[in-house]
């Protein structure tokens, strides 16, 4: 078996009953897919595994990068939240390298300026 990594981003929304117009205002705002999940929407699932998590990073935050004050007026307006997720699945056994998880400048200022959270799940099999 070998490591597997997943990143994507989440719009989570505070209240039960998710926001009018929130998203129509997503697809116009960054102009790509919008799955919905059971916390608000997510986009497209990054499966493209990469040792360096920035150059995954990098692919799933590309239509969001420039795009920081746009972030800020969504959380704003509907009270939701921009999450980058990076879920990492390593196989203790495996022999491949293990990927590299810390974030580079340019993601950090990213999110930094973006206000967006980040959530790293990790899960190891044996």
Known sequence: ???????????????VVEPKG????????FGNVWFKDPYGYRTQYNL??????????????APFFGKEEEIKRVCDLYRVSFV???IPELCASSEDPTPILSLDNDIIK????????HDLDLYIYR
């Open 1 to 15: 078996m070998t490591h597997t990594l997943k990143t994507y981003l989440r719009v989570r929304h505070a209240d």
């Open 84 to 86: 980058l997720e990076i």
């Open 22 to 29: 929130l998203r129509d205002d997503l697809v116009l705002a």
């Open 48 to 61: 493209d595994y990469d040792v360096d998590v920035n150059n995954m990073l990098r692919v799933t935050l």
């Open 110 to 117: 990213f999110l930094y300026l973006s206000g967006v959270e």
